[in-house]
């Protein structure tokens, strides 16, 4: 029989003048579906046991959130699945999710419903859609969720009354917000620890919810917090980290003090962690915190590029894309200082018409951005974008892959473009070739690489036989999936032509194998995201925003 919120509560209660009860408390994440940033199918061909790409950061965070005398536990669907049955021994289940999760998120609501648990929901699609949520949960949390998750859950320990809403008023002061504790999340199963430094982003992207929901000020953690929080992520077993910010050049001053405590702590420490990002691209105008994040280990940039269109750029506010000399060249300052540029583009401005799909694919491969992820404008509730397409009356849910009216082409040329540019991104021919121009071209980036593998600690004998093997585990898990698709003939031999190619031009410098092999694995994972089927194009692609999975009930990170 299920048990009403109020009667639970009750059975909650702690008789007067008891110490509060002892809460059970399982926090869960949706399971996505397989996504550009997902990497399933990369992930598939791993020799270890890897399941995910990177957990979300507010089942950890929101468990570091839990007053202490409680227990706690994760339950990433990504990773396990959910026994419904076993959930009836928790008091208090969250949920949380974003809106390319909503689907799996109203099935785990609905299986929920009918068992003696309290459901409570937060994070990014309750914060902008809550009416989806009405009749699915028991307590909605909107916004960040640092004040009013502790203070709930204090109080139905304690027997006081509880709400079925809370919004917290003030934004939280990063400064103060516990360490997300990462002892819970098991490392084995993931490739990367998500961490937090800031929350905010000064700029006024029309399209972005996370300025609405964080603000324009960026706030951050204190050094010291960091610092611990890095080295939990090390206890934990992990080797690589994305610093999930918004922006994490958002206030760049702070950034600069932050980054020489990191390197001291990676030099401490045999530099444990790869690190990666996202950025604006004014950080290519900046060669002090260019420097200053190699120095801390810093691999990776994704950078919201957006449009080569100088129109779409000024039309949806993306102004810090026009300052200065041209994208092209900050993009080249950026890979030069040792960085790898990824980067995210939209199709579907007004200023877009059918010949833009051509200018972002030139641009691309132009430029050498390897990894680049390219969406269609997604009016989300709550951002400028959706109040003027409302305003415009050019609002239409009728079609799931394409949610508005685009001003110079129909919604057709719009989806057809966007699969095409996709899919001839996907191609291994064209992501090898621009992944090895941004490579090739750079001696500085070559540079880089090579000196920051000479600070690293040298790999054991057994290191490189281990690195060896597992290269050649996802090359034959590469070959039998090529062949389970009828492509081994057609893509193998690209492979192996452009790994002979760059051997021959780079010589000593060409990307050793087990690298390669990595690359190649990406290769075939965004292939067979370009070519899923037509139905599987409704879920919305991420901005470049989303991928910043903020560590609380407003984490944004959506899947492609
Ligand atoms: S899209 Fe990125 S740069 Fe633009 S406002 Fe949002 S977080 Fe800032």
Known sequence: MPMSVDALESELRSPAGLAPRRLSICLINPRFEPSYFGNEYALALHPQDKRSYMITGALPALAGLVPDGHDVELLDENIEAIDFEALRRFDVVGVTGMIVQRGRLEQILLRLKPLPVIVAVGGPYISVEESFFDGLCDVRFIGEAETTWPMFLRDLAAGRPTLSRYEQQERTDMSTVPAPRYDLVNARHYMLAPLQVSRGCPFLCEFCDIIVIFGRKPRLKTPDQVIAELEAVRRAGFRSCFVVDDNFIGNKGQAKKLLPRITQWQKQHGYPLALSTEASINLGDDAELLELMVQANFHHVFV??????????????????????????????????????????????????????????????????????????????????????????????????????????????????????????ASAENFFARLFKGYSESSEFRRHRAERAAQMPRPSRRQRLLSLAGALITSAKLARALSAEGMLRSLAPVYIRVYRGQRKQLGAEAMPLPSFVGLCALQWHQHRIAHRSVEHWGAALPRQADLAAAPTSSEHREAA
Request: net charge neutral; charged share 30%.
């Open 304 to 425: 919201g590029i957006e449009s080569p269109r100088s129109e779409s750029l000024k039309e949806t506010r993306k102004n810090q894309n026009l300052h200065g000399d041209s994208m092209a060249d900050k993009l080249r300052r950026i890979r030069d200082a040792g960085l790898v540029v990824e980067g995210g583009f939209i199709v579907g401005f007004d200023n877009d018409d059918a010949a833009i799909f051509e200018e972002q694919f030139r641009f691309i491969q132009d430029n050498g951005i390897g990894l680049a992820v390219v969406s269609k404008l997604t009016p989300i509730p709550s951002t400028p974008l959706h109040a003027r397409l409302k305003a415009e009356g050019r609002l239409d849910f009728s079609d799931p892959e394409c949610l508005f009216l685009p001003r110079q082409m129909t919604r057709e040329q719009l989806k057809q473009g966007h699969r095409d540019l996709v899919q001839r991104l």
